[in-house]
C-alpha cells in the first residue's frame, strides 16, 4: 500500500506542473495567435487604401507648361555658320551678329539721296516664328529719320526676306517663335 501512496503523491505532485504546462503553452499560442491577427489586420488596412490616378498626356503637357519659362529658350534661332556654337549666349550673338551683317549689306546697296546728314538708331523687333520664318514685329524709326528715308521700311522689309535660311529657336526639342530687339544705326551723308 505504502507503494500505491507513494504513486499516488507522485501523480499528485505532477499534476500542478502539468496544469502550469498546459497553462503556459495555451497563453503562448493565445498571444501568437493575437499578434498574428493584429499583423494580418495592420496590413489589411494599409494595403487597401492605395489609389492610383492615371494623368493623360495632355494633362502633363499642360501642368508641364505652366512651370516652364516661356521667355527663356534652349536654342536660339541660328543660320548654317551658328549651328556649331554650343553656349547659348555666343549662339545668340552669333544670330544677331549675322542678321546685322546682312541688313547692313543690303542697306548699303540702296543708294539713298538725303538732304542733310543722317546718324540715327531704329529699332527693329524682328520675329522668327516656329517655322523659321523671319518677320519684322515692328519698327521704331525717329519720325526725321523717316521723313528723310520714306524708303526705309521697304528696304528693311526686303533684307529680312533676303536673309539665308534660319533654324528657329527651341524649347526642350520643339520651335518656338522668338522675338528679337535690334538696334540699327543709319548713317548717311
Given amino acids: 500500500m505504502k ?9 499528485n505532485a505532477l499534476k500542478p506542473v502539468s496544469r502550469f504546462k498546459s497553462y503556459f503553452f495555451h ?6 495567435f493575437r499578434r498574428g491577427l493584429f499583423v ?7 494595403s487597401c487604401n492605395f489609389e492610383t490616378k492615371k494623368i493623360s498626356s495632355e494633362e ?23 549651328q556649331d556654337e554650343t553656349e547659348l549666349l555666343a549662339a545668340r550673338e552669333c544670330f544677331e ?8 549689306a543690303y542697306l548699303s546697296k540702296q543708294q539713298p539721296v538725303v538732304t542733310e546728314s543722317i ?4 529699332y527693329l ?6 517655322a523659321g520664318r523671319p518677320e519684322i514685329d515692328s519698327v521704331k524709326i525717329d519720325s526725321t529719320l523717316n521723313n528723310q528715308l520714306p524708303e ?29 530687339k535690334m538696334p540699327i544705326v543709319i548713317k548717311a551723308e
Fill in 3 to 11: 507503494k500505491a501512496l507513494l504513486d499516488n503523491r507522485d501523480l
Fill in 27 to 32: 497563453n503562448c499560442l493565445l498571444v501568437l
Fill in 40 to 46: 494580418i489586420a495592420l496590413l489589411l488596412i494599409s
Fill in 60 to 82: 502633363v503637357l499642360e501642368l508641364e507648361s505652366q512651370t516652364l519659362n516661356w521667355k527663356e529658350v534652349d536654342e536660339y534661332p541660328a543660320f548654317e555658320d551658328c
Fill in 97 to 104: 551678329r549675322e542678321v546685322a551683317e546682312n541688313i547692313y
Fill in 119 to 122: 546718324d540715327d538708331t531704329l
Fill in 125 to 130: 523687333y524682328l520675329e522668327i516664328n516656329s
Fill in 152 to 180: 526705309l521700311r521697304m528696304w528693311l522689309d526686303q533684307s529680312i526676306d533676303s536673309l539665308p535660311k534660319i533654324y528657329p529657336a527651341s524649347k526642350r526639342g520643339v520651335p518656338v517663335s522668338t522675338v528679337f
